[in-house]
C-alpha cells in the first residue's frame, strides 16, 4: 500500500511505483555524477526505429497536418496491421476488430477501463508485467496473482484458472512471451485455459507484445483462438519504437463501439505523426531490419545466459521469447532488492528485483534485460563477477 500526503482517491491507494522506473531514475543520477552504468534495468531496446519509419516521420513534419485521426486509429493503419497478423502469425483478422492505441499500455487501459467492474476480479501469474495489476486496481478491481514456477515456464494452466476461479472473478490476463521472464504459455496450454475461461463466461486477455521477438519457435497467436480473444500488441518492442507511443489491440467485433467510445473521450486518438510514420514499419525493408534485430537478440540470450550462470545466478528455464532473463539469485543473496541496490551502487550495473513483478518469492529473482550490446553484456557480467563477493546482503554474511 503507498501513503501520500495529498488527498488521492482512495483507489490510488493501491496503485504502487513502477519500481524499474525508480530505479531508472538513480541510474541516471549515479551517470549524471560520472558514473558509468549498464542499463539493463529497463525493457526497452537500444535500437532506434526502423530507418524507413525515420525517413517517413521527417517527410511527415514537412508535409502533413498532423491533425486528429479516428479514434480507432487510421484506416489503413488498421488494414496493416491485419495483415501482419496473418504474416505473423497465419491468422487472418478483419480489419474492422483492430483498434490502434497509444502503446499497449493504452490498449490495456482501454480495455481494462471498459470492462473492469469495481470489485471484479481478474487473474494473472505471479510473476507478471507490474502495470497489470496496478491498472485492475487503479479501475476498481482486484488482481489476484496466481503462484507460478519454471515448471509451467511461470505461466497459468488450465488447472490453475479453473482452481482460482471465483463467483467475483470476471477474466484472465496474461502475456505470452512474458516479462519478466520471456517464457512462453505452450499453444495447448493456452487453448485449455480459453476453453475454462469461455466455460466461465469469462474474458482472456492476451498480452503478445512480445510475440515478434521469439526465437526457435512460431510466432502462434491467441488470436487463432476465437473472435472473443482479446489480444493486445504494440510497436515498442519488435519494432523498437517505445517512444512513438503506438500499439494496438484486437478486440471481438460487438466490443469495438465500446472500446472506441471509451479511446474518444480518453485520448481522442493515438499520435498522428507515428500513426502515420508506423504505415512504414510494415515495408520490406523494415521488416528484414527487425528480423536482423531479432536474431541479434537471441544470440545475446544465448551468450548471457551461460554467462549469468557461471558467477552463481540460476536461470531454470529457458526464456523463449522477449529481451529478458528472470534469474534466481537466491544462491547468491538474500534479497533481490537489496541486491539491486547494492550491484547499482557498487558495480554501476542497473537491474530490476522481482519485487517489481509480484509477491510470490520475489526476494529471489533479478532480471536482466539483454538490452545492450553483447561488448557491454559481457563488461556487466564481468563488473557483478567482481562486485558479487562484496555484497552485504550475501547469503550468510553476518
Ligand atoms: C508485457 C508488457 N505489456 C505492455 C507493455 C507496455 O508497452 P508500451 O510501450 O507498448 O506501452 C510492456 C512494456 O514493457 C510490457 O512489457
Redesign the pocket.
Known amino acids: 500500500m503507498t501513503t501520500s500526503l495529498y488527498p488521492f482517491a482512495r483507489r490510488m491507494a493501491h496503485v504502487e511505483p513502477f519500481r524499474v522506473m525508480d530505479i531508472q531514475q538513480r541510474a541516471f543520477e549515479l551517470e549524471a555524477a560520472g558514473r558509468s552504468i549498464i542499463h539493463m534495468e529497463i ?2 531496446p537500444d535500437f532506434a526505429a526502423p530507418a524507413p519509419v525515420l525517413e517517413r516521420a521527417r517527410q511527415l513534419l514537412d508535409d502533413d497536418r498532423l491533425g486528429y485521426t479516428d479514434s480507432l486509429g487510421l484506416p489503413q493503419l488498421r488494414t496493416a496491421i491485419a495483415q501482419f497478423h496473418a504474416v505473423q502469425s497465419g491468422v487472418v483478422v478483419d480489419p474492422a476488430r483492430v483498434m490502434v492505441t ?5 490498449a ?1 487501459m482501454t480495455l481494462l477501463g471498459s470492462l473492469v467492474n469495481p470489485g471484479d476480479e481478474w487473474l494473472m501469474p505471479d510473476p507478471c ?1 507490474p ?1 497489470n495489476r496496478h491498472m485492475v486496481s487503479l479501475f476498481g478491481g482486484l488482481p489476484r496473482l496466481i503462484p507460478t514456477s519454471a515448471q509451467s515456464q511461470f505461466q497459468l494452466s488450465a488447472a490453475t484458472v479453473r482452481e482460482h476461479w471465483r463467483p467475483r472473478t470476471r477474466g484472465v490476463l496474461l ?1 505470452s512471451p ?2 519478466p521472464t520471456g517464457t512462453r504459455i505452450a499453444p495447448d496450454e493456452l487453448r485449455a485455459v480459453h476453453a475454462e475461461v469461455r466455460a466461465n463466461g469469462g474474458v482472456l486477455i492476451v ?1 503478445e ?2 510475440l515478434g521477438l521469439t526465437y526457435g519457435a512460431r510466432r502462434d497467436s491467441a488470436l487463432a483462438l476465437g473472435e472473443d480473444v482479446f489480444v ?1 500488441s ?4 519488435y519494432f523498437a519504437m ?1 517512444g512513438w ?3 494496438w489491440l484486437v478486440a471481438p467485433p460487438d466490443a469495438m463501439r465500446g472500446l472506441e467510445r471509451f479511446a474518444q473521450n480518453a485520448t481522442i486518438c493515438p499520435p498522428a505523426l507515428a500513426q502515420h510514420a508506423a504505415l512504414a514499419a510494415f515495408e520490406p525493408a523494415s521488416l528484414a531490419i527487425c528480423e536482423a534485430r531479432r536474431e541479434e537478440f537471441q544470440a545475446r540470450r544465448d551468450d548471457l545466459i551461460p554467462a549469468l550462470q557461471g558467477i552463481g545466478f540460476k536461470v531454470p528455464t529457458l526464456p523463449d521469447g ?1 529481451f529478458y532473463v528472470y534469474a534466481d539469485c537466491s544462491a547468491l543473496a538474500t534479497d533481490s532488492a537489496r541486491l539491486a541496490r547494492e550491484l547499482l551502487e557498487a558495480a554501476g550495473v542497473a537491474l530490476t528485483p522481482g519485487d517489481d513483478f509480484g509477491v510470490h518469492e520475489p526476494q529471489r529473482w533479478l532480471r536482466f534485460a539483454y538490452t545492450c550490446d553483447r561488448t557491454l553484456l559481457r563488461q556487466a557480467v564481468a563488473r557483478l563477477k567482481e562486485a558479487l563477493p562484496h555484497i552485504k546482503c550475501a547469503v550468510g554474511a553476518a
Open positions: 525493457g526497452q497509444t502503446g499497449a499500455s493504452g490495456l508485467y502495470c502475456a512474458s516479462n498480452d507484445i512480445y493486445v504494440s510497436f515498442s518492442k517505445t507511443r503506438l500499439g522477449a
